[in-house]
């Protein structure tokens, strides 16, 4: 089973399989019962799992940056508040989320 299909404009890759299942079932229940719609709703499953996969990569990959760019930020205010507090105080380093 898919997601929610709403509207093919969001499933831009897809639209066409979308469009094509959604005209296979309004050709009558009978076309449905008979398995004639399967071989759309196949494709359409197919393209969806890899517009889901390419999205979750994508996402992944940002992710990765971001946190590097945080986890540098973070090592910098380390740096600076050790650099700042070498002259005899008691060092702090700061707290991380």
Partial sequence: MHAPLGVPERQLACADLITALNECHARGMLVRWAGLCNGEKQALTM???????????????????????????WAELDRELRTGEQGGGQQQSAERP
Avoid: F, S, V
């Fill in 47 to 73: 393209c969806l799992r890899k517009e889901r996969i390419d999205r979750t990569t994508r996402n992944r990959e940002d992710a990765k940056g971001r946190n590097m760019k945080k986890n540098e930020a």
